[in-house]
Each structure stands twice: as C-alpha cells, then as structure tokens.
C-alpha cells in the first residue's frame, strides 16, 4: 500500500533535502529559541501598553459595533455567520472581537493585547513549521524574528480592526503544519483537517485564498514532492489541491459579491483599469523597497487619482521581470529562491489592486503574509553565502543580530505612532501627500477633541484635494455647526444630503441646525420637519433623539409668526 502511495509522491520527507546534514534542533535548543523570539516580540511591541482605538475602521470595528459588546452568545454567533457588516463576510474575526468584549470589554491595551499574542503565536509556528520542512535551524529562525521584528507588521498587531490578518496568518500556518504531518504519515485524517483549517482561516480573512498556491510551492521546495518528476506524479499533486482550490473560489465569489455590495469595489470610472495595472506593478516593487528598508510608513497611502509618470510602471516591470529572470536562471541551484519569490508575487495578487477595494494605493498590512516569501529568500541565501566564505557563520550571524536589533527599535517607534489617532495621523500627513482620507479622519478626531478651528482647518484641506468626497461634506458641516457657523454649516450638509437621501444621521443634523439657525425662514422649518419625518421613518420612529428632534422642528415651523426658536 505505502509503495503505491510513494510513486505519487508520498514519500516519506525526512529532510527535503537528502545530501544535507542537517539535523532538526533539540528539546533544549528549541525552548531557548521559543523563549528569545517570545521575549524580542514582546519587547518591540511593549509600547503597545500605552495605545488606544483609532477612528480609522476602529470605530466601527470595535467601539461603535453594539452587536458585539454584549460578548458571545447564541444571537452574537449567528450574526457573526450571517452579517456582511463593514463590507466583508468573516465571522472568526467578529467572533474573536466579541470574545475580547466578553473578556475584556472595550478595553483598548487588553484587546492590543490578543492580537499581540496571536502576533507571537504565528512567529513561533512559522520558526517550528520551517525548521520541520527543511532542517535548517538558523534559517528558520532569522525568518521567524524577521516577521516578528519588521516595522511593516505594526499596522496588523497594533490596529484593533486589523484582527483579521493575524488571526487569518493563525490559521494560515497551521493549515501548513497539518500539511506537513499529511505528507509525511500519507493520512486522509490529516488531509481532511488540512483542508478545514484552511476553510477556518478563510472565514477570518479572504486574503488566503492563495494557500493552495503557496502549498504547490511548499511541495517544490522544501518538501520536494514528488521524488520522480514524472506527469503522472505531477497530476496527482495537483489534483489533491483541487478541493481548496474549490474553497478558494468560493470565498472568492463570497467576498467580491459583498464587497460590491457595500460599495467597497471601486468601479472602472473612479479608476480606471490602466491606472489600476500601473499602480499594482509600482506597488510590488514598494513593497520589496519598504521591506528591505522599512520608512516613512503610514496607515494609509492615497490611491494616485490621475495616472502614474509612465516610467514608474514601466520601471516596475523591468525590475520585476530581472529578478524573475535570475532566479530562474538560478532555479536548479537555489529552489528556495523560486518558492521565496513565488510566495511573495502570489500572495499579494488579492490586495494588489487590480480589483479596487478602498481608497489606498497600497498598505503595511498587506505585507503581513507576503513578506515571508522575500525573508525566506533573504534567510536561506544569506546562509548559502555564509557557507562559502571563511568565517561565513559567525559573519552572517553578527549581522543577522545588529539587523534584528535595529528592526526592534524601529517596530517600538512604529508602534508609539499608533498611540492615538492624533500621532498617527499627524506622522501620516508628514510622510505622505494629497491625502485627503487621512485629512478627513484627523479632522473629526480634531473635532471631537474639542478643537473645532483645527477639525474645520483639517476638513477644508481634505476638499481642496478631493471636493467630491460627500462624507467630508458631512463632517464639515456638523464641524460647523458646532462652531455656530449655522448658514454655512447648512450648505455642506445640503451637499452631502442631495447625494445621500437616505442617510438617517444626514437627514436628521441638517433638520436640527435648521432649526437652530436663528436667521430661518419659514421654509427651511418646513424643511427641517419634512427631514426629520424621512429619517424618523428610515429609523422606524425608534430612536428617541430624533424623535425630539421632529418635536421641535414641529414647534418651530408652527411658531415661525412670531420668532420664536424653540432650538437655541
């Protein structure tokens, strides 16, 4: 039966290489490299502690979501597996929010505090399930404190809304793991919780529909399946990946569909699909650049409206198609090197762009996966150079420890910017431009702060960049108003109502400062009443504040002869 199962390439894989002498760490070796990688972690991101909510996605997340405050129960897991709230469909990641609520309430260093111990989690599976494949010890290691250290992964670990990527990268690593054990026991057991662990990561992020890509890499390199590259071997392998490939399809259809539906997919007007190719192509080369030397980050990188200097893409691909090339010409020699750059090219194919969700024309998040091919790629050829050079070893180690340490410094100033909304966005705004996302969010937390003068200032500046954006509209005028601007106040918000008649929080502001403006005519508190009415309706008169609201709208309208304005 196993003779069988070996000529379609289940052989048994003790080493992936059968000429290497390496040998697998022991018990004691093993607990001092968990130990160090757990203690690094936590020391880069010990800032953590001092870290609040953000109003970017957090708000809504977390601090506003009142469907998962009351924590786990019967109605919280069914609206988990049944909501497309926020524009995406993954119910492990409001489930592990919800459990936070329950454990922690809204608790903002607690709950920081989950993602960074799923942050270490993925670290120490990422070091066992590498050192298991391929028997490198010092390899796996410099890849797993390489992910654990870089600056890039802050966005994941320390912005609550971002759940989904380390909770996804959970079930990413250990679907990999189970992998590993199917094909070294050639068991169905394990082929069956393989593939339901992948169905678990795609239920907390989408973005994984690449694993089976990244599987047929794995049985390139290191696993070298199978022995005797014959069609008839190559096959089967393929043909056992066919039911995640399947899964992959469906989340595929599943988040596309809900996301459209949300208005998240940005449709070929706003940008257009030469722009959108441009873009993809400038930001894998980003990405490698800001992996390699990790700056100026920021939460959000504004999507170029207009297209891109021809030569940026042009470039690009240039700088794309040499590295391909050299490795291939490599392949035969150096096979890490094509799953490295394979892992990282295929994984970013969801978030690169080419379907447009959000506003962002790349962001620090979407490395969180990927860069593990390019640390796979740097890890494995660093120690190949180190073996032919004298004093390789302790060279290639120095510099490993001074480039680590200098990776942890970095991850703790990163992780400072995310104290508050005001660090972060103000280091935003300094190190990106024509933001105007960015400028709009600074505002309300300006606002919110009190700080009226500085949130008007901000939302100004976001409309000069794009003065289609209704929702800046909106926030300007509630800015405003607040700031007793009345009548132009009114203005913005009749903007953002004329393309937003169904908006409740819209129709039911211009109906207050309507009726707060003392220079009213009686018009506008016929306005005012018809606005409220509306959004009392959309609300189904449930909401007491609007329904106060349309009380006094009511009195003012019916008291216009004599002046008198109930809403001072």
Known sequence: MRDNLQQYGYRRVGSPNREASHKSPSGRLSTVICAALILVTIAAYEPLRHNGFINLDDTRYVVENNNIHGGLSYNSIIWAFKTCYAGNWHPLTWLSHTLDCQLFGLDPVRQHFSSLLLHIANTLLLFWVLVKMTADIWPSVFTAALFA??????????????????LSTLFWLLTMASYLRYVRRRNVTWYIMTLVLFALGLMAKSMLVTLPFVLLLLDYWPLGRPNRHTAHNIRYIIFEKLPFFALSAVSSVITFMVQRSSGAVKSGEIYPFGIRVSNALVSYVKYIVKIIYPVDLAVLYPHPIHSLPLWQPIASLAILI??????????????????????YLGTLVPVIGLVQVGNQAMADRYTYLPSIGVFIMI???????????????????????????ILLMCTRMQVKLWKNSFTLFEHTLKVTQNNYIVHNNYGIALSQAGRLDEGIAQFRQSLQINPQRLNTHYNLGLALAQAGHLEEAIVYLRKSQASDSNSPSTLINLASVLVMDKNSR??????????????????????????????????AASSQADGNHPIK
């Open 149 to 166: 250290l870089h600056p890039l992964h802050v966005e994941s670990v320390a912005w609550a809304a971002e759940r989904k990527d380390v």
């Open 379 to 405: 890890a494995w050829g660093a120690a190949a150079l180190s073996a032919k050079r004298r004093f390789g070893k302790i060279i290639f180690r120095t510099a490993a420890i001074i480039a680590l340490a």
């Open 522 to 555: 009686g018009n506008n508190y016929a306005e005012a009443v018809r606005l409220a009415e509306r959004a009392c309706k959309l609300t189904d008169y449930k909401n007491p504040q609007m329904l106060d609201i349309l009380e006094k709208a009511k009195k």
């Open 322 to 343: 040499g590295i391909s090339g050299g490795i291939i010409y490599t392949a035969r020699r150096q096979k890490y090197l094509v799953t490295g750059w394979l892992w």
